[in-house]
């Protein structure tokens, strides 16, 4: 989806103009906008988080069997 940095906003294809530029200030949009580090980060902590606590199940799991 388009992005246009100069509005801060998300475009529909729909919404943008004969030429691709953006309807509210006309230039022209990004493909896409990157994700912030933070949700990366988010993403790879909520990883190793989960494999600890699988990790944990698992020695449980031998010890109790």
Same mark, same amino acid.
């Given at each position: 989806?388009?992005?246009?940095?100069?509005?801060?906003?998300? +475009?529909e294809?729909?919404?943008?103009?004969?030429? %691709?530029?953006?309807?509210?200030? *006309?230039?022209?949009?990004?493909? =896409?906008?990157?994700?912030?580090?933070?949700?990366?980060? +988010?993403?790879?902590?909520t990883?190793?988080?989960? %494999?600890?606590?699988?990790?944990? *199940?698992?020695?449980w799991?031998? =010890?109790?069997?």
């Amino acid at each position: 989806m388009p992005w246009c940095e100069q509005c801060d906003q998300q +475009l529909e294809t729909e919404e943008l103009g004969a030429d %691709g530029t953006c309807p509210t200030c *006309g230039t022209e949009p990004l493909e =896409h906008r990157k994700s912030p580090w933070w949700f990366k980060f +988010l993403a790879v902590a909520t990883v190793i988080y989960l %494999g600890y606590r699988a990790f944990q *199940g698992v020695t449980w799991v031998v =010890h109790h069997v």
